[in-house]
């Protein structure tokens, strides 16, 4: 696998605010922040008018209309690749598992940038945060007991977005979409097929907040700790032992906390 950087440029966390798909209206009112590292991105998409969830737990607790909300939204991660003014987003870990290619020409004004559709007729205008700008990297949790799962926390200066695969293989994942699709899934197997958690939030002396999560009932909640990250990493390092948790993704940035380094 290529571990090429894309430009500078890229690098932070982009919130789009308006996006137009043909000759449909423009959309304002989605939540969407798009965080690219070096080499790694992660994506998150929700509806503003998504029901209340206060009172729920877990997928068990979700009634019919809030599990329909939950299928709304969108959420991606994985490498990004950069040719000229051509933007490459190449998904590892999509909720919605999307079939087609994800490009676009990209057009830099300052801390904004125009996204362009190339094969389809789109058009997405981001802006840069601030806070965003600093260190940069992607992390990926090495887990021996999940085989076909995979998560990865993507940083940018206070941002973070945690990416975590739902329990499925690929082609089960697929077929349930399809049952969805044609409206005869069964309670489990949509739950479990909604088991995918992508978070946003800040990052407060080391530890992450989820803002905003594709599991509701996830945000407010801690969802890392970077300086007990980087000790399992750093005393992985120093055994010679394989990490069986977090481990800096090669090529998507430096991974560093403070005083405390690990690469």
Not at 127 to 154: I, M, T, Y
Not at 213 to 232: C, K
Request: proline share 4%; hydrophobic share 35%.
């Amino acid at each position: 696998m290529t571990t090429n950087s894309v430009p500078v440029e890229y690098v932070g966390v982009w919130k789009r605010s308006k996006l137009r798909r043909g000759t449909a209206p423009w959309d304002f009112t989605t939540r969407v922040f798009w965080l690219q590292t070096p080499f790694w991105h992660a994506d998150i998409r929700i509806a503003p008018d998504r029901p209340d969830f206060s009172n729920v737990k877990s997928l068990a607790d979700c009634n019919q209309e809030q599990l329909d909300a939950l299928l709304t939204q969108e959420a991606f991660c994985g490498t990004t690749t950069v040719e000229d003014d051509v933007c490459r987003w190449t998904r590892y870990i999509d909720y919605r598992l999307r079939d087609t290619d994800d490009f676009g020409q990209m057009v830099f004004d300052g801390n904004n940038v125009e996204e362009i559709g190339i094969e389809t007729d789109y058009y997405e205008l981001w802006h840069k945060l601030p806070e965003s700008l600093g260190r940069a990297f992607a992390l990926q949790r090495n887990d021996p007991q999940c085989k076909h799962g995979r998560s990865v926390l993507c940083v940018a200066g206070d941002y973070f977005i945690y990416s975590r695969d739902r329990p499925m293989w690929t082609s089960p994942a697929v077929r349930t979409r399809r049952k969805i699709q044609n409206r005869c899934v069964g309670r489990r197997e949509l739950e479990a097929f909604l088991d995918f958690e992508s978070s946003f939030g800040t990052v407060k002396d080391g530890v992450g907040m989820i803002e905003m999560s594709t599991l509701p009932w996830r945000e407010g909640q801690v969802a890392f700790d970077l300086n007990l990250i980087a000790q399992e990493i750093e005393a992985a390092r120093t055994s010679n032992r394989e990490v069986h948790g977090w481990a800096p993704i090669t090529g998507s940035g430096e991974f560093r906390i403070e005083n405390t380094e690990a690469a």
